[in-house]
């Protein structure tokens, strides 16, 4: 099955900020436009960018470095406040024996994009049991509070998931049916190709139905259980425009799924996720 999608345009939001050049994670914002981070040797900051790419502010992280931030998700707490979860998951050489994943109020984070830093809420410190894995794909179901966590470097990915509630080690979920680099990917590119589907970012549409991963070239959807666990056996592919090394994608409420690169300019793609797929 394919699926219809929207072109990039040159009339696309672009991200310009020069500063912004290694964007590796983002979230929709609720005042409008979007949250980004950005990876290892950068700031341990959380960035406000405008509906149209424009720059609006940078916040701070108190006392937490930025070992490898590798994507954005957001959640509600028991008050019904919205938080932002970092996720310092990145972990390229498979050294590390744990990951962190940080939680901040979004709130706090726009009072902190006008002056000051903020100080994360929760810190977790995340053990799976396979040790050390590169992961760059991360999300918390919107209802049920659970973060999965998929890697990257692995064929097929694997899923875990671990509860915000519980704060026990992560559960392995089962391998995700995303196919290797075909061989025309691999021809096309020599050196990366092999990396055509490495998953490099993921969320929850907004109702939780369905998740949807991003890696270097396609998007890949996956319905959700009445419990809240992605269904891992099946896969449908969703075209995204080629962009110069996707590595971070959002749902957005509206049924919109955007995309950006890890470059400037950085193009904000929307890709509609309300389309019917096509045999």
């Known amino acids: 099955m394919i699926w219809l999608v929207a072109l990039a345009l040159a009339s696309d939001p672009v991200v310009v900020d020069v500063e912004l050049d290694e ?13 980004v981070v950005e990876d290892s040797g950068n700031s341990s900051a959380v960035f406000a ?32 406040r919205r938080m932002l979860l970092i996720a310092d998951t990145g972990d390229n050489d498979s050294e590390y024996a744990e990951t962190f ?21 929760h810190v977790w410190q995340v053990r799976l049991p396979c040790g050390a894995v590169d992961i760059e794909a991360v999300a918390v179901h919107p209802t049920h509070r659970v973060v999965y966590l998929l890697t990257k470097r692995e064929s097929p990915p694997v899923l875990w998931a671990f509860s915000l509630d519980e704060g026990t080690d992560a559960r392995r979920i089962g391998d995700v049916a995303i196919p290797p680099a075909s061989s025309g990917q691999r021809a096309a590119d020599l050196v990366f ?22 890696t270097y070239t396609d998007a890949w959807r996956l319905a959700v ?4 666990v992605p269904i891992t056996s099946a896969v449908l592919r969703m075209p995204v425009p080629k962009l110069r ?24 793609v929307r890709v509609p996720l309300s389309v019917v797929p096509q045999r």
């Not at 964007?23 to 949250?35: C, H, L, N, P, Y």
């Not at 609006?56 to 019904?80: K, M, P």
């Not at 190709?193 to 991003?214: K, R, Y």
């Not at 957005?252 to 995309?259: A, I, K, P």
């Open 101 to 121: 994943l940080l939680s901040v109020a979004e709130d706090r984070v726009e009072q902190g994009i006008r002056g000051g830093g903020v100080v994360a809420e």
């Open 245 to 268: 090394q996707t590595e971070s994608a959002c749902a957005s409420e509206d049924g919109g799924w955007w995309v950006t690169s890890e470059h400037v300019p950085a193009p904000l």
């Open 49 to 80: 960018v405008g509906p149209n790419g424009e720059a609006v502010g940078a916040a701070h992280i108190v006392g937490q470095a930025n070992r490898d931030w590798e994507d954005l998700s957001s959640y509600r707490d028991a008050s019904g």
């Open 23 to 35: 964007i590796s994670g983002m979230e929709t914002r609720s005042a409008g436009g979007f949250w």
């Open 225 to 228: 259980g009445n419990d809240g």
């Open 193 to 214: 190709g092999h990396t055509a589907n490495w998953p490099t970012a993921m969320d929850f549409t907004a109702d939780g139905s369905e998740l949807v991963v991003q």
